[in-house]
């Protein structure tokens, strides 16, 4: 009993610990809650990158096929908010089919093909990205055809947004089936749909590295090939720099080289995925 005086002078002083610890953290919840919601509207506050391409791929619906786009370009831009803590926003970045310079402070920065660039552009700065455009087209191994021109009269598959589409048609004379992603096409041309089909070289080498596509690698290629490259303002230091190390980053890394293995064998599994009736024989 003579212990008990000091047992309960211990749990009150056990208790005015607690409450004293309760009492902080209610002084504190609504400091925290002041600063979390001011770095939230820093966030909300802070505008998307927006960055120019041939193509805006469109967004995901979902109950449909995963599919890889035709080109690199989202992938590159991703890379490139991803550096910058941004919000991506791609942009159509195509006027009168050339690529638009940055006429206004929007976008801060445009992907696009060499032959895209004006001379006549000033105050722009051009920093390649690495990664190298040009069609090729492939077809099965007993294809009778052996040139572009060729390929007059006969149908050719590509996938919409593909830097070639009306390429074939108006300068070969082909018959232009556009399908949904590279994944489709290839898949018709497996199947016999088509007789060859159109897509990205760089993409395509990658994917004929494949044994499932060995018999698939008749190909067409042509001599000039045109570097992809980033365009921002010479202004825009920060950008510039951005750019400039990223692109250095990948160089270094061999990152588009493994991008476009990635890429490929993506695109090949979403075909075999598809593919429930035989190769055309």
């Given at each position: 009993?003579?212990?008990?005086?000091?047992?309960?002078?211990?749990i009150f002083s056990a208790a005015r610990l607690i409450l004293s610890a309760l009492?902080?953290?209610?002084?504190?919840?609504?400091?925290?809650?002041?600063?979390?919601?001011?770095?939230?509207?820093?966030?909300a506050a802070a505008d998307p990158l927006q960055v120019g391409m041939h193509y805006?791929?469109?967004?995901?619906?979902?109950?449909?096929?995963?599919?890889?786009?035709?080109?690199?370009?989202?992938?590159?831009?991703?890379?490139?908010?991803?550096?910058?803590?941004?919000?991506?926003?791609?942009?159509?970045?195509?006027?009168?089919?050339?690529?638009?310079?940055?006429?206004?402070?929007?976008?801060?920065?445009v992907l696009a093909s060499a032959s895209g660039v004006q001379s006549t552009e000033?105050?722009?700065?051009?920093?390649?990205?690495?990664?190298?455009?040009?069609?090729?087209?492939?077809?099965?191994?007993?294809?009778?055809?052996?040139?572009?021109?060729?390929?007059?009269?006969?149908?050719?598959?590509?996938?919409?947004?593909?830097?070639?589409?009306?390429?074939?048609?108006?300068?070969?004379?082909?018959?232009?089936?556009?399908?949904?992603?590279?994944?489709?096409?290839?898949?018709?041309?497996?199947?016999?749909?088509?007789?060859?089909?159109?897509?990205?070289?760089?993409?395509?080498?990658?994917?004929?590295?494949?044994?499932?596509?060995?018999?698939?690698?008749?190909?067409?290629?042509?001599?000039?090939?045109?570097?992809?490259?980033?365009?921002?303002?010479?202004?825009?230091?920060?950008?510039?720099?951005?750019?400039?190390?990223?692109?250095?980053?990948?160089?270094?890394?061999?990152?588009?080289?493994?991008?476009?293995?990635?890429?490929?064998?993506?695109?090949?599994?979403?075909?075999?995925?598809?593919?429930?009736?035989?190769?055309?024989?």
């Amino acid at each position: 009993m003579n212990n008990l005086p000091a047992a309960m002078s211990s749990i009150f002083s056990a208790a005015r610990l607690i409450l004293s610890a309760l009492a902080i953290s209610l002084v504190a919840m609504p400091m925290l809650s002041q600063a979390g919601n001011g770095t939230a509207e820093q966030g909300a506050a802070a505008d998307p990158l927006q960055v120019g391409m041939h193509y805006v791929v469109p967004p995901f619906v979902g109950g449909t096929k995963v599919r890889t786009p035709e080109a690199i370009d989202t992938a590159l831009a991703q890379a490139l908010a991803d550096k910058l803590a941004l919000a991506l926003q791609a942009v159509p970045a195509q006027a009168g089919g050339k690529d638009v310079l940055l006429s206004t402070d929007k976008p801060r920065a445009v992907l696009a093909s060499a032959s895209g660039v004006q001379s006549t552009e000033q105050a722009r700065v051009v920093i390649p990205t690495g990664y190298v455009l040009a069609p090729m087209a492939i077809m099965r191994t007993d294809t009778d055809i052996k040139s572009w021109e060729q390929l007059q009269g006969r149908t050719v598959c590509l996938s919409e947004g593909g830097r070639y589409v009306g390429t074939m048609a108006s300068r070969y004379g082909a018959k232009e089936m556009i399908y949904r992603a590279p994944a489709d096409a290839l898949l018709a041309l497996r199947i016999g749909e088509c007789d060859a089909a159109v897509h990205d070289e760089t993409m395509l080498k990658s994917l004929l590295k494949l044994p499932e596509w060995k018999k698939f690698s008749a190909k067409l290629t042509v001599k000039d090939k045109e570097p992809l490259v980033f365009l921002a303002a010479a202004n825009d230091q920060p950008m510039v720099s951005a750019l400039k190390q990223l692109t250095h980053q990948w160089k270094s890394s061999k990152h588009l080289a493994a991008l476009t293995k990635t890429r490929a064998n993506d695109i090949a599994f979403e075909v075999y995925l598809d593919q429930v009736v035989a190769d055309c024989h």
